[in-house]
């Protein structure tokens, strides 16, 4: 007797397989705790939503903690990155160890890309999905900026702001740092507006 098989599930929208969890966009850990009804969750298998987490780590630590200076990032370095820092001290070697002087002597930050772009992208993704958008391409160019303000972009929540046009996605954390994910010919932005 021949066998059917025939079921229907949602697929991770990051890798396809068969979705097991829904994924916070953006994850919980980059904003301060909001109100349930504000999130966002899109289907993921455990390892795409779990598997993030040290790049998440990575991100807030290096994106929250060293670039974002509002008294809402304070208050978030002070809570759960100070506590995720005092539980782990190499996080906090790698945060200072990461700030280093140019040439002429004046502080840069020297961090990898890989783990920011990571998120950044998968924050893309996701945001691309619950909109029913086009993800970002294939193969794409990032670049990041201290910025301030948010210009009229969408406020999702208080701590984050992001904004898309054609395959461009512009991601806002705490008024403070602009990130911007676009095709691989991505021309430099323009300087918001001041
Ligand atoms: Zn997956």
Not at 117 to 144: C, D, S
Not at 164 to 181: K, N, P, Q, Y
Request: hydrophobic share 40%; glycine share 8%.
């Amino acid at each position: 007797m021949p066998i059917r098989l025939d079921w229907g599930m949602a697929a991770c929208i990051y890798c396809c397989a068969p979705s097991e969890s829904g994924d916070h966009v953006p994850p919980k850990g980059l904003i301060r705790p909001v109100r349930r009804v504000n999130l966002w969750r899109v289907p993921s298998c455990h390892g795409c939503n779990g598997g993030a987490s040290r790049d998440e780590e990575y991100f807030r630590l290096m994106i929250i903690g060293a670039l974002c200076h509002t008294p809402e990032a304070d208050e978030l370095f002070d809570g759960a990155i100070s506590r995720s820092m005092d539980k782990c001290p190499a996080k906090e070697s790698a945060l200072f160890d990461s700030f280093d002087v140019d040439p002429q002597g004046r502080p840069v930050l020297a961090w990898d890309p890989k783990p920011i772009a990571r998120i950044a992208v998968k924050i893309a993704t996701g945001l691309a999905h619950a909109m029913g958008e086009a993800p970002p391409p294939q193969r794409y160019r990032i670049a990041l900026e201290e910025a301030e303000g948010r210009g009229d972009h969408t406020r999702w929540a208080p701590d984050f702001s992001f904004t898309h046009s054609a395959c461009t996605w512009e991601l806002w954390f705490f008024d403070s740092v602009r990130i911007m994910i676009g095709p691989a010919d991505l021309q430099q932005h323009p300087p918001a507006d001041s």
